[in-house]
């Protein structure tokens, strides 16, 4: 059955970071820029802080955010949620996930988990909120990636870059069961368009990836041209720095 994660009919757009054209990344006004252009999901960063509370931010340390090289994994909540930005939105604070979820119900949240004491701050924050039928939590690590879904297995999947590695292989074998087994129980498929000079979304392998889940999104995607062209192709999801060029191609394809 599908995660109810993927409810209602796709493409659909992943706004990376939110929309920070004029907002600082991962920060309460990136993301209501996002949904109000008519994203449906908000793809972001967690991280812990020292005391265990997860914090929505891509990078170990706070250079891209005020300039400092504070690292978040050594700072307690108290003072991390105090700080303000001094980049495109001056005075944007750091967003703790539970905030997050309970400031935006409406939305589904893709939740890159990008250390591994962010494991358990992200799943205390996700059932703290209930939110585990609208968050996929991903990461590129596998042992972080199982771990988080331990712990909340509620919440939709995604792939990491070893399953990526073995469902390719299976494909270029033709084997059915090693892409089964490296995708078991992954609701998306979460890949840039190349790597490696391979193209990752051929039609042999966009066809291999949607027998075994339900949907292949794919990142990060800011031209208008591609994005149509990758929609075209049966790509179901796009990641992008520019929801709100991305939402206007999908309404152009008459999809609302």
Same mark, same amino acid.
């Given at each position: 059955?599908?995660?109810?994660?993927? *409810?209602?009919?796709?493409? #659909?757009?992943?706004?990376?970071?939110?929309?920070?054209?004029?907002?600082?990344?991962?920060?309460?006004?990136?993301?209501?820029?996002?949904?109000?252009?008519?994203?449906?999901?908000?793809?972001?960063?967690?991280?812990?802080?020292?005391?265990?509370?997860?914090?929505?931010?891509?990078?170990?340390? !706070?250079?891209?955010?005020?300039?400092?090289?504070?690292?978040?994994?050594?700072?307690?909540?108290?003072?991390?949620?105090?700080?303000?930005?001094?980049?495109?939105?001056?005075?944007?604070?750091?967003?703790?996930?539970?905030?997050?979820?309970?400031?935006?119900?409406?939305?589904?949240?893709?939740?890159?988990?990008?250390?591994?004491?962010?494991?358990?701050?992200?799943?205390?924050?996700? #059932?703290?909120?209930?939110?585990?039928?609208?968050?996929?939590?991903?990461?590129?690590?596998?042992? #972080?990636?199982?771990?988080?879904?331990?712990?909340?297995?509620?919440?939709?999947?995604?792939?990491?870059?070893?399953?990526?590695?073995?469902?390719?292989?299976?494909?270029? !074998?033709?084997?059915?069961?090693?892409?089964?087994?490296? !995708?078991?129980?992954?609701?998306?498929?979460?890949?840039?368009?190349?790597?490696?000079?391979? *193209?990752?979304?051929?039609?042999? #392998?966009?066809?291999?990836?949607?027998?075994?889940?339900?949907?292949?999104?794919?990142?990060?995607?800011? *031209?208008?041209?591609?994005?149509?062209?990758?929609?075209?192709?049966?790509?179901?999801?796009?990641?992008?720095?520019?929801?709100?060029?991305?939402?206007?191609?999908?309404?152009?394809?008459?999809?609302?």
């Amino acid at each position: 059955m599908q995660h109810p994660y993927l *409810d209602g009919a796709p493409p #659909r757009v992943l706004a990376h970071r939110g929309l920070a054209l004029r907002a600082t990344e991962n920060t309460t006004e990136a993301f209501r820029a996002a949904l109000d252009v008519g994203a449906t999901h908000i793809e972001t960063d967690a991280r812990a802080s020292r005391d265990g509370r997860a914090v929505l931010w891509h990078d170990a340390t !706070l250079q891209g955010f005020d300039g400092s090289d504070r690292s978040l994994a050594g700072s307690p909540i108290a003072e991390l949620t105090r700080l303000t930005s001094t980049g495109r939105t001056p005075g944007a604070l750091l967003l703790p996930l539970d905030e997050a979820l309970d400031a935006f119900p409406q939305a589904r949240f893709n939740i890159d988990v990008k250390s591994a004491d962010a494991v358990d701050a992200v799943a205390a924050a996700v #059932r703290r909120t209930n939110a585990q039928r609208r968050v996929l939590v991903t990461s590129f690590s596998a042992r #972080r990636l199982q771990l988080t879904a331990t712990l909340i297995p509620e919440a939709a999947r995604g792939a990491a870059s070893s399953a990526i590695a073995a469902a390719l292989v299976g494909v270029s !074998l033709r084997s059915r069961g090693m892409l089964h087994r490296a !995708l078991r129980g992954v609701s998306a498929v979460q890949i840039p368009e190349r790597a490696a000079r391979i *193209d990752l979304l051929s039609p042999t #392998r966009l066809r291999a990836f949607h027998r075994h889940v339900p949907e292949v999104h794919v990142w990060t995607i800011n *031209d208008p041209s591609k994005m149509a062209e990758l929609l075209e192709r049966g790509v179901d999801g796009l990641v992008t720095d520019r929801a709100d060029l991305a939402v206007e191609v999908v309404r152009s394809r008459g999809n609302v």
